[in-house]
């Protein structure tokens, strides 16, 4: 795996590749790697030819300076990951090499996206993902970016800002990895005491209770039921859950046959605050 810490000898080599009529796949990350972000790698192996993974902590997606401090970085852990998941190409840059002095202002139109939900609730979250999204795309020029439909809101604020700037990639979604009894896999997991790991796993099924009985019981219903689950495990803060269109992210109150809708969940436990989300059908 080559690895690079300056755009200039990043895009240098990739144009490179580019000339030669490589299709390059790109997997943006905050790092702490673990076996969701490898699915992402692996989907791109298969679809590209050059993988470009990317580890950078964003500081302009943190809305909370605590968060942006304790979060994890295991590099030389994140690189032997990569390497044995025979990942291409490593862009690991400083934060003032994304961020000079002279940055200009970021604001883009998002729409209600970041209003909503984890808009709402970590202000300015998603102007700063996709600040550093659109300024990642710009030096790797990627074909195809995969993202975890883990972050579903973020999927459809890069979808956003991809028409907003009319860029040319191209969106791929891999599915949420989780553990085999149910918890999506997370770096802020590594955060959770062992008890923590296993009340966390009451997300996942208040989400599958929905998921299951969305044919037969009415949304109110599943609602107040997935809230039971949740509060019967000690700690644990539900900060919201919804069941909403996958497109808008409003949410509904009755389920339209010719329409998708996902349920999303943020709760806090132990400090932490934890995300997830399934798919209705
Ligand atoms: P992060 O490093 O948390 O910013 O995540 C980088 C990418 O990995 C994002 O596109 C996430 O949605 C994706 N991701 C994180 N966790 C998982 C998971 N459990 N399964 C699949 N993708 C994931």
Same mark, same amino acid.
């Given at each position: 795996?080559?690895?690079?810490?300056?755009?200039?000898?990043?895009?240098?080599?990739?144009?490179?590749?580019?000339?030669?009529?490589?299709?390059?796949?790109?997997?943006?990350?905050?790092?702490?790697?673990?076996?969701?972000?490898?699915?992402?790698?692996?989907?791109?192996?298969?679809?590209?030819?050059?993988?470009?993974?990317?580890?950078?902590?964003?500081?302009?997606?943190?809305?909370?300076?605590? /968060?942006?401090?304790?979060?994890?970085?295991?590099?030389?852990?994140?690189?032997?990951?990569?390497?044995?998941?025979?990942?291409?190409?490593?862009?690991?840059?400083?934060?003032?090499?994304?961020?000079?002095?002279?940055?200009?202002?970021?604001?883009?139109?998002?729409?209600?996206?970041?209003?909503?939900?984890?808009?709402?609730?970590?202000?300015?979250?998603?102007?700063?993902?996709?600040?550093?999204?659109?300024?990642?795309?710009?030096?790797?020029?990627? /074909?195809?970016?995969?993202?975890?439909?883990? /972050?579903?809101?973020?999927?459809?604020?890069?979808?956003?800002?991809?028409?907003?700037?009319?860029?040319?990639?191209?969106?791929?979604?891999?599915?949420?990895?989780?553990?085999?009894?149910?918890?999506?896999?997370?770096?802020?997991?590594?955060?959770?005491?062992?008890?923590?790991?296993?009340?966390?796993?009451?997300?996942?099924?208040?989400?599958?209770?929905?998921?299951?009985?969305?044919?037969?019981?009415?949304?109110?219903?599943?609602?107040?039921?997935?809230?039971?689950?949740?509060?019967?495990?000690?700690?644990?803060?539900?900060?919201?859950?919804?069941?909403?269109?996958?497109?808008?992210?409003?949410?509904?109150?009755?389920?339209?046959?010719?329409?998708?809708?996902?349920?999303?969940?943020?709760?806090?436990?132990?400090?932490?605050?934890?995300?997830?989300?399934?798919?209705?059908?």
């Amino acid at each position: 795996m080559e690895i690079f810490v300056t755009p200039s000898a990043l895009q240098h080599h990739l144009a490179t590749l580019h000339q030669q009529g490589k299709k390059i796949g790109f997997v943006p990350t905050m790092g702490a790697l673990h076996e969701g972000h490898i699915s992402l790698i692996n989907s791109a192996k298969i679809t590209t030819n050059i993988v470009v993974c990317s580890i950078f902590v964003n500081p302009t997606q943190f809305n909370d300076p605590k /968060d942006l401090e304790k979060y994890p970085r295991p590099i030389e852990h994140d690189k032997a990951l990569l390497t044995a998941a025979n990942c291409d190409i490593l862009f690991l840059p400083e934060v003032a090499v994304m961020y000079p002095n002279n940055d200009p202002h970021w604001a883009i139109d998002l729409g209600n996206l970041d209003k909503i939900w984890e808009g709402k609730h970590r202000p300015g979250h998603f102007q700063g993902v996709t600040q550093i999204v659109y300024k990642l795309f710009q030096l790797v020029n990627p /074909d195809i970016a995969f993202f975890g439909q883990k /972050d579903f809101q973020q999927i459809m604020v890069i979808q956003r800002m991809i028409k907003e700037k009319a860029l040319k990639v191209k969106l791929n979604i891999v599915p949420t990895l989780r553990s085999v009894d149910g918890l999506a896999l997370s770096s802020r997991n590594a955060r959770l005491s062992a008890t923590g790991l296993h009340k966390a796993l009451t997300l996942s099924k208040a989400l599958r209770h929905i998921q299951q009985h969305v044919q037969t019981k009415d949304i109110p219903t599943l609602l107040t039921e997935a809230r039971a689950i949740i509060y019967s495990e000690e700690g644990l803060e539900l900060e919201y859950l919804t069941i909403c269109e996958t497109t808008t992210l409003e949410s509904t109150t009755k389920i339209h046959t010719e329409k998708d809708y996902v349920v999303l969940i943020a709760a806090w436990l132990e400090g932490v605050r934890l995300i997830d989300n399934m798919l209705l059908q």
